[in-house]
């Protein structure tokens, strides 16, 4: 059935089968443009699965196989009549989309097209079905069986998987919590169920990300889900259910015992995947930073390294598929060039905000992160919550930018928060700071506590200098500047300046703790948190002379080790990250090679200085 439009080779169609209702049964094929199916609201069940061997290999050389052939065979005996049978009485017509069936496999322009269309076509169906050819669903509800403390075995085969799924991921509370999860058993359920294939797979992650609901296909052609309500979800409920009892088996198992159990039997990364669904849930458009979508993929694999950035491409804001197919360069390292440039000129600096990590400069653009290989950690900052004031326009190939310039860096001094040493930190950033500025300046000194102990508005939405009661109360300055003063004598050393530090620490609040995520850092030890510690890099504090007053203030900054000063320091103006602080986030730039970061620099003086900038 065609639905009477011409197909293009950057607009194919989507191609569903059906099993059709005669004697002898009959698979029917339908091919529509995806905009059809959204006008004309016609439903469709779309399959997320990993690829056979077989298939992969099919698709490499371009030539049929015998077991590929096997492979699409049992799509259409195997697949096509459980999905008909299970949700005949939900749609009125049930049609399945499967890759195998769905995508021309060796054209390539087409296989592309269809690529960067999946997220739309999972968005746009009411539910897809996430297939584990590794997992029986009586292992699953083994594991669930055994995790939840509760015996559901009984209602596998009753087609009626309602009280499966809502009450096992959402039952593991804290009766269960106390009595069964720390075990190492239950930890190696965990990980039997999250090293399935599926989550291994890039493309994959990009189709559940995108999806509506999703439910579970199991090896032996088993559907899980709720067949009582228009809320099919059974693969998410179980998912977050799960990954709650993993961090379960951390608390229980205490972080050294969980370390070790982790080395044995490790466990996929599973976070990004988690987040990058609910961002996806949760925004009105593709709204993504670059980092953080190579984030969300560095730890899947797939066949091709250049299809990592066309599905990078679906999370941001690049064009319609169409253009991103007929654009985007035939070299992986250059469709990584031209996407984050499509970024800059967006209004997303996330790309000259990442972290390296020993990948060989790229010879046209040596500001590129993540053109050879992908890291999770080579973005930390998460999403964006302030776009700057200003675009990055590519010029002659270079980068040309309009920075708000903070000054030129004088002077370091290189940290080391990640040792724990928390007190004698602050102790070293204390005296630091009065001999620098040469005097007690209880304002000047909030200020910059500011900078350096900053926690992210997420965490805290008000800055320390407003938490503390020391704005509004001269008698509690009175009793700073005096500590101050005693912290600042020679003649105050060891335990005795060391006791005064955490008098001050207690009068700033930096000793309580911070709230959701983080609550396990107080407002001191947050500095110390993975955040800062990158290798490679320096996390510093910096002394800043500003072009405008000529004075000079400190920053906490993190900049690459084989760089010393001068450099120039620059801000990018409104820019906000959901781990920085709005006005906070800068450049550092050597003879116009961006050399590290600062992420929350907020304006130290009243001078705003303009400067243009070139990026190679």
Not at 102 to 121: D, F, G, K, T
Not at 561 to 567: L, M, N, R, T
Not at 579 to 605: D, E, F, Q
């Amino acid at each position: 059935m065609n639905c009477g439009h011409e197909f293009q080779n950057f607009d194919p169609p989507v191609r569903t089968v059906s099993l059709e209702q005669v004697s002898p049964p009959l698979v029917k094929i339908n091919n529509r443009h995806l905009g059809c199916m959204r006008k004309y609201g016609i439903s469709f069940i779309p399959m997320s699965h990993v690829w056979h061997g077989s298939i992969a290999l099919a698709n490499l050389s371009t030539k049929n196989s015998l077991e590929a052939s096997e492979h699409i065979f049992t799509v259409l005996t195997e697949i096509l009549p459980t999905v008909t049978a299970k949700f005949s009485r939900v749609f009125r017509r049930v049609e399945l989309w499967h890759d195998y069936l769905s995508i021309p496999q060796w054209n390539r322009p087409v296989q592309q097209a269809l690529l960067l269309m999946l997220p739309h076509i999972y968005q746009t169906a009411p539910l897809c079905l996430i297939h584990f050819d590794d997992v029986t669903l009586h292992r699953v509800i083994s594991i669930v069986d055994s995790c939840a403390g509760k015996s559901v075995g009984d209602e596998v085969n009753s087609n009626n998987y309602d009280r499966t799924v809502t009450s096992t991921p959402m039952s593991l509370g804290t009766e269960y919590g106390k009595k069964v999860v720390a075990s190492r058993e239950n930890y190696d359920l965990l990980t039997e169920f999250f090293q399935a294939h599926w989550f291994q797979r890039m493309w994959v992650s990009l189709e559940y990300a995108h999806c509506r609901q999703a439910c579970l296909y199991t090896q032996d052609h088993k559907i899980l889900w709720n067949g009582k309500s228009n809320y099919y979800d059974s693969f998410s409920l179980i998912f977050d259910g799960f990954q709650q009892l993993t961090r379960m088996c951390v608390e229980e198992l205490g972080l050294p015992e969980f370390e070790n159990t982790f080395q044995k039997s490790p466990l996929p990364l599973l976070g990004p995947l988690a987040d990058m669904r609910k961002s996806i849930q949760t925004l009105e458009s593709n709204d993504l930073a670059f980092g953080e979508a190579l984030t969300f993929l560095a730890g899947s694999k797939c066949t091709c390294y250049r299809d990592r950035y066309l599905a990078m491409s679906s999370f941001l804001r690049c064009g319609d598929y169409t253009s991103t197919v007929r654009d985007m360069p035939k070299e992986a390292a250059d469709a990584c060039l031209w996407l984050a440039r499509k970024c800059l000129e967006n209004g997303d600096y996330s790309p000259l905000l990442m972290l390296r990590r020993g990948e060989t400069l790229h010879s046209h653009a040596q500001w590129l992160v993540g053109h050879q290989a992908m890291k999770w950690d080579m973005w930390d900052l998460g999403s964006i919550q302030s776009y700057a004031c200003e675009v990055a326009p590519i010029v002659n190939k270079h980068i040309e930018l309009r920075l708000g310039h903070v000054g030129v860096v004088e002077k370091l001094w290189v940290l080391d928060f990640k040792r724990g040493q928390h007190l004698a930190n602050f102790d070293f950033v204390v005296k630091t700071i009065l001999s620098h500025f040469g005097l007690v300046d209880v304002r000047g000194f909030l200020r910059t506590i500011d900078r350096i102990y900053a926690v992210p508005t997420f965490l805290c939405s008000r800055t320390l200098s407003t938490r503390s009661p020391l704005a509004d109360e001269p008698r509690l300055s009175k009793v700073l500047r005096k500590l101050l003063v005693q912290h600042l004598q020679p003649q105050t050393v060891g335990n005795n300046r060391l006791d005064i530090s955490m008098k001050i620490v207690k009068l700033l609040l930096l000793q309580k703790r911070l709230k959701g995520t983080a609550a396990a850092f107080t407002g001191l030890s947050y500095a110390s948190n993975p955040l800062h510690q990158v290798q490679g890099y320096n996390d510093c504090l910096a002394a800043v002379r500003c072009h405008g007053c000529t004075k000079s203030f400190l920053y906490r900054i993190s900049i690459l080790e084989s760089v010393d000063v001068p450099v120039d320091l620059y801000r990018i103006r409104a820019l906000e990250f959901s781990s920085s602080l709005r006005n906070g986030v800068g450049l550092l730039v050597s003879k116009s090679l961006v050399v590290g970061r600062m992420i929350y620099g907020t304006p130290a003086c009243a001078c705003r200085i303009t400067k243009s900038v070139e990026i190679l």
